[in-house]
């Protein structure tokens, strides 16, 4: 048992005392924006072999070493090829690390046999000035109990590694939440071995292409052997045996509601409160939210505290996240915990396809259901043809809104100028309009074996919560203009106007699965994205 040193990141000399620590060899757990590292000097084996000590982490499962400025890459690196220092530009500091043939500088300790090293540049500030200060790349593995779920606060670390090594270093809590993604870049194409927050997607459009080994998805086959030693271990598990819902939101909702008494429930808020106050509460052990079911951003965040949290419950039941895209990381981490124990709640695809005006998203879509023989549901022309019919929803829009009345319809013009000036009244309207189209939606749904849903306010009108995949359209601001100014025959002022009272571009990067630009090309890798996009 060693006395474990709780050192602040809030104080430069306690951080002067970590990064002491380790260049005498000592392991000092410390914050970086992913999850809490184990760090030891990645140039002295004899400290690194106690890392693996203080984890119980098996022998053959290689660490990655963390630098702080590009230049040690030519000391870890037989070559540096022009991939990397692309993907650096791009992604460093942050959440990537990259896979190269290794030199004879590196260790065995680190590289465990392997001939290649990881190497990876955080963001963390408190990260970058340990490393900077030991003056030395760092080897860190996540600083959890082996197999355990990692840790993302100061806590999860206390938890699992007070009494083990010579300090915690603390620095809140880690603000990406599921560990880097690793890109094996020896190979002409860079091949994804573990997905986290740099996506798939976002590599190819630095390089051109990008691929996610099999074995990410899948789990190992029968005898196959592993890219990454760390593929073939249980990890990030709790002692409790998980189990994982993956469809559409609404349906995976339902499923997980039959949890079974003492179980655990990992939701999406928009359920919890449902959970928690269903009369079935007394059955459930504890209900864990992990975020709007659309931002994959919280989920990462979350879902190591939430599988930690639930621990110890009869079985835990989780609501899984879509997995392509932005919620690769969090599905894949999910899956390792609960061993690829999950249940499909939704059928067919429902592919939700969004965007704001002239971004080309309807255009996009047409092509998807060219690809894939899918009826598309046009929220924008359902809506036209209820407000025609002066049905239920008209009713109710003239009753909320009487001076639009023009002999029984709804004077849209009028309309469209009240809620254009008064916020309140568009979200009067839209406290309307948004039920009836989601229930068109649903029937569309129902009705086709597949489908494609085109519409401008997907989230917030929770028809994203009936779809197995969401894929965001975005454009360059002149291209929108001009398809506006065309389409619409509105001047600039005007339609710079609708495109100011619209989500900006990060909305959907933050919201989708997927984003695509089309700024003309549209249907340039399609099918491939396709593809993707239908994968239950
Ligand atoms: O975000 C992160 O990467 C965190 C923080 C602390 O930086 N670190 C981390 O390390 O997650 P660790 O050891 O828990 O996971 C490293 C993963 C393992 O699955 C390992 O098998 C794989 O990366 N890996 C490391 N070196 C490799 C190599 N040379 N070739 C293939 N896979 C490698
Ligand atoms: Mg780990």
Redesign the pocket.
């Given at each position: 048992m060693i006395k474990t040193r709780f050192l602040s990141g809030k104080d430069n000399n306690e951080i002067a005392e970590a990064a002491q620590i380790l260049a005498r060899g000592g392991l000092c757990a410390i914050p970086?924006e992913?999850?809490?590292?184990l760090a030891a000097d990645a140039y002295n084996g004899k400290a690194v072999a106690k890392i693996f000590e203080a984890k119980g982490r098996p022998q053959d499962?290689?660490?990655?070493v963390?630098i702080e400025k590009l230049d040690r890459l030519y000391d870890l690196w037989e070559e540096v090829p022009e991939r990397a220092l692309k993907l650096a530009e791009a992604f460093w500091p942050g959440?990537l690390?990259m896979?190269m043939t290794k030199t004879d500088k590196v260790p065995r300790e680190v590289?465990c046999g392997?001939d290649?090293?990881?190497v990876?540049f955080?963001e963390h500030p408190i990260a970058r000035k340990v490393i900077q200060l030991a003056d030395t790349p760092l080897a860190?593995?996540?600083a959890n109990l082996s197999g355990k779920p990692?840790p993302t606060t100061f806590a999860h670390v206390k938890e699992d590694m007070d009494g083990r090594i010579d300090a915690i270093l603390e620095g809140g809590d880690c603000f990406v939440g599921v560990?880097?993604t690793?890109v094996?870049i020896t190979g002409d194409v860079a091949r994804i071995?573990?997905p986290g927050a740099i996506t798939e997607e976002m590599i190819a459009d630095v390089l051109g292409n990008a691929f996610t080994d099999s074995a990410v998805e899948e789990g190992l086959k029968e005898g196959e052997k592993p890219?990454?030693?760390?593929?073939k271990y249980r990890h990030y598990a709790p002692a409790s045996p998980v189990k994982l819902f993956c469809g559409a939101p609404d349906d995976t909702a339902k499923k997980v509601m039959d949890a079974p008494a003492g179980a655990a429930v990992i939701c999406f808020n928009e359920y919890a409160y449902g959970y928690e106050y269903a009369s079935r509460l007394s059955a459930v052990s504890k209900v864990s939210p992990l975020g709007n079911s659309w931002d994959h951003a919280m989920h990462a965040r979350r879902i190591f505290d939430a599988l930690r949290s639930c621990d110890g419950a009869t079985a835990i039941y989780v609501q899984c996240p879509r997995r392509m895209g932005a919620g690769a990381g969090s599905v894949n981490r999910l899956m390792r915990a609960a061993g690829f124990n999950f249940e499909k709640c939704t059928q067919y695809p429902v592919i939700g396809v969004t965007g704001r005006s002239g971004s080309g998203k309807s255009y996009i879509a047409k092509l998807l259901s060219e690809e894939l023989g899918y009826p598309v549901f046009d929220a924008d022309a359902e809506y036209k043809k209820m407000l025609e019919s002066g049905g239920e929803m008209t009713r109710k829009i003239l009753q909320a809104f009487p001076s639009v009345n023009d002999k029984g319809k709804v004077d849209r013009r009028a309309l469209a100028k009240i809620v254009f000036e008064d916020k309140a009244a568009k979200e009067l309207l839209e406290s309307i309009t948004h039920p009836c189209v989601a229930e068109k939606a649903s029937e569309f749904i129902k009705n086709s074996k597949g489908c494609i849903l085109d519409v401008p306010l997907l989230h917030e009108s929770g028809i994203g919560r009936l779809c197995t995949a969401v894929l965001g359209v975005i454009a360059d601001e002149d291209v929108k203009l001009q398809r506006i100014m065309i389409r619409d025959g509105i001047d600039v002022t005007m339609a710079k106007a609708r495109l100011a009272a619209q989500s900006d571009d990060k909305f959907y990067y933050d919201s989708c699965d997927i984003t695509v630009r089309n700024n003309g090309e549209g249907s340039k890798n399609l099918s491939k994205l396709a593809q993707k996009l239908i994968k239950l």
């Open positions: 970086t992913t999850v809490y590292g499962n290689p660490l990655i963390h959440p690390t896979v590289s392997l290649t090293v990881g990876r955080p860190a593995p996540s990692s560990e880097s690793v094996d071995l573990r890219r990454s030693p760390g593929m």
